[in-house]
């Protein structure tokens, strides 16, 4: 089973709508999550940290589940610009050390 | 607003030869790390680093690999005698606290060993 998994799409989805992401992680020494977004062939670039409380940043919104070990993505209101793929990541400690584990990423096209 | 370099974009190599990848990153950040993507695949982890030496490195960063920072601003990746497997783009990447906190990614490095 992989560490971090991720639904690898593609989600084809028209301008407007709303669409979800879902992760899961496997390790529960798993500390930190976050949401990065990667364009073709380029860095990936930071989206949001992830919090049991749940975060909000414009459009978007992310939540976090211990408890069932679950991290979420949402994007209200889709823009051409959005597409790209979306990044599941999270930071894990423990007897195996500090590492930052990827997930092989969700491809999200958004059409016009 | 402040951002991690890489040089060069793109190194092309003969397989066996050394290569040094360079990055220079966020002036205030403590921790660095390398990861790398090969084509169609995921990221993955290669090594972390913290007041000078490596904090944890993964399966993948065996003797062949090692980091330094030459000179305070600089944070380099060699590969000693490269593979064609080793075809990838390398990514260095900061951040300001501790490893759980936010990192910042470089543009990037495509290593061809050919």
């Known amino acids: 089973r992989k560490e971090v998994e991720q639904d690898p799409g593609p989600f084809n989805v028209p301008e407007g709508a709303t669409v979800a992401f879902n992760c899961t992680y496997s390790?529960?020494?798993?500390?930190?999550f976050f949401w990065y977004r990667q364009d073709c062939r380029k860095e990936p670039k930071l989206l949001m940290s992830?919090?049991?409380s749940g975060n909000e940043d414009g459009r978007f919104t992310a939540q976090l589940n211990r408890a069932s070990q679950y991290i979420s993505l949402l994007i209200r209101d889709s823009k051409l610009s959005d597409s790209a793929t979306y990044l599941c990541v999270v930071n894990r400690g423990g007897a195996g050390g500090f590492k930052t584990i990827f997930g092989a990423g969700t491809r999200l096209f958004v059409k016009a | 607003e402040p951002e991690v370099t890489q040089t060069p974009s793109h190194q092309v190599t003969q397989m066996g030869q050394e290569v040094i990848l360079r990055c220079v990153p966020i002036?205030?950040?403590?921790?660095f790390y390398w990861y790398r993507q090969i084509l169609g695949q995921k990221v993955e982890f290669l090594v972390s680093f913290y007041n000078n030496e490596i904090s944890e490195k993964s399966e993948i960063f065996d003797d062949q690999f090692s980091v330094e920072r030459p000179d305070g601003s600089n944070f380099t990746l060699k590969i000693r005698s490269t593979k064609l497997e080793d075809s990838a783009m390398y990514f260095c990447a900061s951040s300001r606290l501790a490893e759980s906190y936010e990192q910042y990614f470089g543009p990037g490095t495509r290593l061809t060993v050919t």
């Open positions: 002036s205030n950040h403590l921790y």
């Open positions: 390790n529960s020494a798993s500390q930190s």
């Open positions: 992830v919090y049991s």
